[in-house]
């Protein structure tokens, strides 16, 4: 199976399995650990594990459920507004803890209803924005098959989104999806506290 090779690791993230899986430790006893209630998807910063893991950790944490799920979708990329969107077409990821598979089925579904272009692993993007997370989603969905697309901040990625939401019902997937965003770059480790710190500073800065 073709598989899309880690980038990140060891610099973004832990290199290792027994690292990352530290770090996730770490990261869920933090602050009110995953988040209680019943979700299906999820928004998460990608600035690297030593600065936004705890946060997307806890939030993919929170989208675990009693039942089994089927695929998570993963949306992300850097892109602007006029960005063609793309997807993983077919293979799998690499991640620390083991590869996750592509489904294609999905994956096709999606492509047969809008126009999206598919890029196998060898020519898919190198993104921070994306592989960040693989590490989370094979911990916490360890059965779980994967669907990677860069879409672009315009009026299209809602219609991406709800296609995608469609044929996964039509498929009868049970599905968990993850948005990967900048957010905030506010505070002392990124060298930006215009604002000062407290309380308020990020919601003025």
């Known amino acids: 199976m073709e598989t899309k090779k880690m980038t990140f690791s060891g610099t973004w993230?832990?290199?290792t399995a027994h690292?990352?899986?530290?770090?996730?430790?770490?990261?869920?006893?933090?602050?009110?650990?995953s988040l209680k209630g019943s979700f299906i998807g999820g928004i998460?910063?990608?600035?690297?594990?030593?600065?936004?893991?705890?946060?997307?950790?806890?939030?993919?944490?929170?989208?675990?459920?009693?039942e089994k799920i089927d695929t998570v979708v993963l949306f992300g990329a850097h892109m602007h507004r006029q960005s063609e969107p793309f997807i993983l077409g077919h293979g799998a990821?690499?991640?620390?803890?083991?590869?996750i598979e592509v489904d294609t089925q999905l994956v096709d579904g999606i492509c047969d209803s809008i126009?999206?272009?598919?890029?196998?692993?060898?020519?898919?993007?190198?993104?921070?924005?994306?592989?960040l997370q693989n590490p989370f989603i094979r911990y916490?969905?360890?059965?779980?098959?994967?669907?990677i697309?860069?879409?672009?901040?315009?009026?299209?990625?809602?219609?991406?989104?709800?296609m995608t939401v469609a044929e996964a019902h039509r498929l009868s997937r049970k599905i968990r999806i993850i948005g990967s965003t900048d957010m905030t770059h506010y505070g002392?480790?990124?060298g930006f506290t215009s604002q000062g710190s407290g309380e308020k500073a990020p919601l003025t800065g």
């Open 149 to 162: 697309m860069g879409v672009a901040p315009s009026f299209f990625a809602s219609v991406i989104g709800a």
């Open 188 to 190: 002392p480790d990124f």
């Open 44 to 66: 998460v910063p990608h600035a690297g594990w030593y600065y936004s893991g705890s946060i997307a950790c806890r939030v993919i944490a929170s989208l675990k459920s009693q």
């Open 93 to 99: 990821v690499e991640t620390p803890f083991g590869e």
């Open 115 to 131: 126009s999206i272009r598919k890029r196998p692993p060898s020519r898919f993007p190198d993104e921070n924005t994306l592989e």
């Open 140 to 147: 916490f969905f360890p059965e779980a098959k994967i669907v």
């Open 13 to 15: 993230y832990p290199a």
């Open 19 to 33: 690292e990352c899986e530290s770090s996730i430790e770490k990261f869920l006893q933090e602050k009110q650990g």
